[in-house]
């Protein structure tokens, strides 16, 4: 197995798209490093793990907090060989109801702790000259949509960042994998933040017909295990994705017509 006895961070980890990696990495027999802020939930999740385990309550916008996880992590294992960014919020709002406290708290989550934590495990990849970089980005990275602006942007924000890191640390042997997920059933919508910043509250459709989180895991340690760039998972989300890319008029068309409420 790719993974076996590699050093894996999943943050994000205590649910949804984190705890599934998880436990498919511990299936690789990887040691699963646990990154989130809920303790009992990281407890459970790491209680259902049968290889090495360990669990770092860290809110990953406190960039003291993640200064103090790396360097632990390092002091007893010496290294991190898979990085996972899958923390991260979403938003339910119009853009013009929208108060921008809930577009920087999204932007701070989403991108600037993503990138932060990225760049205190680079120095590490880039001296063993090999390593694996896994963003959980969305499809909504790849087009705005209905009450996603500010989590549209920092999706589009990733997009970029993490394409010129798939050119730039090629070199040293460091793969790095975007993932462009459609609906995944999560709690993503009711943890997402409404116009006023309070939880939305609410499941999407979207989500409710969505892939399972452990269907999606297999895809991405796959996709990441094979060295792949880009992973697109969905039905009619990625149909849209090349919809606007090959006939953008007949996108705006469709998306205008499918307002949500």
């Known amino acids: 197995m790719y993974f076996s006895n590699k050093t894996v961070l999943i943050t994000g980890a205590s649910s949804g798209i984190g705890e599934a990696l998880a436990y498919e990495f511990a299936a690789q027999n990887a040691t699963v490093l646990l990154c989130a802020r809920n303790i009992g939930e990281l407890q459970r999740v790491k209680a259902n793990i049968k290889s090495p385990c360990e669990m770092f309550v860290c809110d990953v916008t406190d960039y003291s907090a993640v200064d103090a996880m790396v360097g632990a992590i390092l002091a007893q294992y010496n290294t991190i060989d898979v990085l996972v960014n899958n923390?991260?919020?979403s938003q339910r709002g119009m853009a013009y109801e929208t108060d921008f406290s809930v577009d920087e708290r999204i932007m701070k989550v989403?991108?600037?702790?993503t990138v932060y934590l990225t760049k205190k495990v680079m120095p590490v990849m880039i001296a063993q000259q090999s390593g694996n970089i896994i963003v959980i980005s969305s499809v909504s990275g790849k087009f705005g949509f209905?009450?996603?602006s500010s989590y549209a942007a920092s999706k589009h924000a990733l997009q970029g960042y993490f394409e010129t890191l798939q050119i730039e640390l090629k070199q040293f042997n460091i793969h790095t994998l975007l993932v462009c997920p459609g609906g995944v059933k999560t709690n993503i919508s009711k943890n997402a933040?409404?116009?006023?910043?309070k939880p939305y509250g609410q499941m999407d459709d979207l989500q409710k017909k969505g892939i399972t989180p452990e269907s999606l895991?297999?895809?991405v340690v796959r996709a990441s295990a094979r060295g792949k760039r880009q992973l697109l998972v969905g039905r009619i989300e990625v149909?849209?994705?090349y919809v606007k890319k090959w006939i953008p008029a007949l996108f705006f068309k469709i998306v205008e017509k499918?307002?949500?409420?």
């Open 110 to 113: 989403n991108y600037f702790a």
């Open 87 to 89: 923390a991260g919020i």
């Open 193 to 197: 933040l409404g116009k006023d910043g």
């Open 239 to 241: 149909i849209l994705y």
């Open 258 to 261: 499918v307002k949500e409420r």
């Open 217 to 219: 895991a297999v895809k």
């Open 146 to 148: 209905w009450q996603r």
